[in-house]
């Protein structure tokens, strides 16, 4: 059984950083790719970044590109997402998945990653 637990959300000054993580417990919890989602109210959940197994795949939403950053520890199985320069828009709750590649490509469709494999999030608040 997979279980994830996501960390290091609060509350950040605009302009400000935050480093999430993501401990993936279980068996197998070494071969999963991770991603990290996120849901503001009122919207859709979207796909922030994701990162392979290996950590050798990663993937990026257009709108955290050069801002955020998918890490991996492989010994400690833990994922990480710093985030840079944060701005208002970037309040959300934050979740991590696990799941897998997709034509070798981590994707950051909420669709691919069963709904077993989902962490209960954290919040992330940016004041202006």
């Known amino acids: 059984q997979l279980h994830l637990v996501e960390s290091g959300g609060g509350l950040v000054q605009s302009g400000g950083s935050l480093r999430l993580s993501c401990a993936a417990s279980?068996?197998?919890?070494?071969?999963?790719?991770i991603a990290w989602f996120r849901q503001a109210p009122g919207k859709e959940r979207e796909g922030v970044a994701c990162?392979?197994?290996?950590?050798?795949?990663?993937n990026y939403a257009d709108s955290v590109k050069g801002r955020f950053t998918i890490s991996k520890d492989n010994e400690k199985i833990t994922v990480y997402l710093q985030m840079n320069s944060l701005t208002p828009e970037d309040t959300a709750v934050y979740y991590c998945?696990?799941?897998?590649?997709?034509?070798?490509?981590?994707?950051?469709?909420?669709?691919?990653?069963?709904?077993?494999?989902w962490g209960t999030g954290t919040q992330v608040t940016v004041a202006f």
């Open positions: 998945a696990a799941g897998g590649l997709v034509q070798n490509q981590c994707v950051l469709d909420p669709s691919y990653y069963g709904m077993d494999y």
């Open positions: 279980g068996i197998t919890a070494h071969l999963y790719t």
């Open positions: 990162i392979s197994d290996d950590g050798g795949i990663t």
